[in-house]
């Protein structure tokens, strides 16, 4: 159900003109709040750490403190969490998130396939993300429903794609949303068959010649800066000034290395050339832990899993007879796969994930089986938390739940590891998302051939600092369900229908959605009585109002 700005005139007509008044002046949405106060919350600041019974205040995007029986500033929106837990924004170290992927096209036709331009074999170290990056991208608010509040993001491309930048995954506008550029160039051993380097190994050729290259035009570079009446200005290089960093570790290098020989490749080039590697994207790599952790090389562990084999070929051994060798190898790399994380984790090496293969929705079901297989529930959240902040050099702005940093945080109804857990709220630099999870409405409200509960016409008043919006709620029950219709008093005509309605116990939620150039939508949650409610109305990034009512007559059947 979508409205309209210009006719919705229901029950938000007074917010929203408030919040247009508002866009006038200042050129931008503003929410009505930006203070909130989360009241009686488990806090789990880092990974291995507790606290009950804790009040988190936010305030300007940061954490303004943290205590139990935190006083509430008078223009605070409360959030009263009843003991849910509370997280660190989680941190996508290594994927495209808010890069579209480009459309199929036809290659254009290379004239020169042995001396091909850069830019026609994957050579674009000079490209950033940033340039790229949109907000608007769906896969920004798919990690964010998936509580990443925070990404490394990389460019897409082949051989070197580009500078990857850290963006908050908010909903403003891409260039907002920039944390923290130039985060480390990307190589991938990717060829374009039938232009030079064609194969993997003229990759590596092309990279070490480029390499070279590079710290040659450097230091020309630098002896021009210092003498230029002596030496002569070096031909520029865009590609080759991207790379130069690079030489001087000053940048690492995050190189994608799925497989074995790919992780063994990228170990050659490092100890050729010196530079400062990140092992990204890694999907098999067991097979090189003692040869990573001399070399204390930084890992990112991809959270994209293989199906799990039907049977468990090292606990049922009855079935063993009857398989190939090919069939056995195949399950036993599977299980080596799955109990990667673990293989790290009992190593010593601490480890980062990359999301760079993995749907959103995958994640945590994916870290579940990770867990399963032996990953401590600690070493999967410093995965997700303290350690891919401290790689990108960010620890002290995210990464802990601590006073003075970031608003970033996941707030689940149970601990995030357990199976049933659901996410709750996300925020992100301060800005409050909700996500209800509660099951649709049922024939629960009937007892003994009696009306089910709260159907009637009731009053309601929403509180929108210091005014009040007045009108009437219609709650029926028919075809085993509730039905919910709203009409502000000023304009009894324009029915307003909801969606999602749902009664949990003696809570009744419900959404409606407005059109703002996106849709947005408004969350309803109310705590019901006899003949009286009171609850909240949330508008998104906007902030939550206060709404009451009471019960006036039988309902009006639609």
């Not at 949650?525 to 006899?530: I, R």
Request: glycine letters at 6%.
């Amino acid at each position: 159900m979508a409205f309209k700005f210009q006719s919705y005139i229901g029950l938000l007509f007074l917010t929203w003109s408030t919040i247009c008044v508002q866009a006038q002046v200042s050129g931008d949405l503003k929410p009505a709040s930006d203070i909130y106060i989360l009241k009686n919350c488990f806090v789990v600041p880092q990974p291995g750490k507790i606290l009950s019974g804790q009040d988190i205040l936010i305030k300007n995007g940061k954490i303004a403190d943290i205590g139990s029986q935190l006083k509430k500033p008078f223009d605070a929106l409360e959030i009263r969490l009843d003991s849910m837990y509370v997280y660190a924004g989680f941190i996508d170290a290594y994927s495209n998130t808010g890069i579209a992927r480009p459309e199929e096209k036809e290659r254009p036709k290379v004239t020169n396939t042995v001396y091909p331009q850069n830019e026609e074999a994957g050579i674009t170290p000079q490209v950033r993300a940033k340039d790229s990056y949109k907000s608007t991208d769906k896969s920004v608010p798919e990690m964010r429903t998936a509580g990443f509040t925070l990404s490394n993001v990389i460019p897409r491309g082949l051989m070197l794609p580009g500078s990857s930048d850290v963006f908050i995954l908010g909903d403003k506008p891409g260039d907002r949303m920039l944390f923290k550029a130039d985060i480390g160039q990307n190589f991938q051993f990717a060829p374009i068959r039938g232009i030079y380097p064609g194969t993997v190994m003229g990759v590596m050729a092309k990279f070490r010649e480029l390499y070279k290259n590079a710290e040659i035009y450097g230091k020309k570079e630098s002896l021009y800066q210092a003498l230029p009446s002596q030496y002569n200005r070096p031909e520029y290089s865009r590609e080759l000034e991207a790379i130069y960093e690079v030489t001087t570790r000053k940048t690492p290098l995050f190189i994608k290395a799925n497989h074995t020989k790919e992780i063994h490749r990228a170990m050659k080039l490092r100890s050729e050339l010196g530079f400062n590697l990140i092992l990204a994207d890694v999907q098999q790599g067991w097979y090189n832990i003692d040869e990573i952790k001399k070399h204390n090389i930084p890992v990112l562990l991809s959270l994209e899993l293989p199906a799990a084999p039907k049977e468990d070929v090292k606990k049922d051994s009855t079935k063993v007879a009857d398989k190939s060798d090919f069939e056995l190898k195949k399950e036993q790399s599977i299980q080596e796969y799955l109990s990667q994380a673990s293989a790290f984790e009992k190593a010593g090496i601490p480890f980062g994930f990359s999301c760079l293969s993995v749907k959103a929705t995958d994640i945590k079901k994916n870290i579940q089986t990770m867990i399963t297989h032996g990953l401590s529930e600690s070493a999967a959240l410093a995965a997700l938390t303290t350690y891919p902040a401290q790689l990108l050099g960010i620890s002290k702005e995210a990464g802990t739940v601590e006073k003075g940093k970031l608003a970033n945080l996941v707030i689940t109804d149970k601990p995030y590891f357990d199976e049933k857990s659901k996410i709750r709220y996300v925020f992100v630099e301060g800005s409050k998302y909700e996500y209800a999870d509660r099951p649709q409405a049922k024939n629960s409200g009937k007892s003994n051939g009696e009306d089910p509960k709260y159907v009637g016409i009731w009053s309601y008043i929403i509180d929108i600092q210091g005014m009040s919006q007045e009108g009437k709620v219609n709650i029926t029950f028919a075809d085993d369900q509730y039905k919910i219709s709203m009409f502000d008093n000023t304009r009894p005509y324009d029915e307003i229908f909801a969606d999602n309605v749902s009664l949990d116990g003696k809570t009744l939620t419900f959404t409606s959605s407005v059109d703002m150039g996106q849709p947005v939508t408004l969350q309803f949650e109310l705590n019901m009585d006899d003949k009286n409610y009171s609850g909240t109305i949330s508008v998104g990034a906007f902030g939550s109002f206060p709404v009451k009512g009471t019960w006036l007559s039988k309902p009006n059947n639609f």
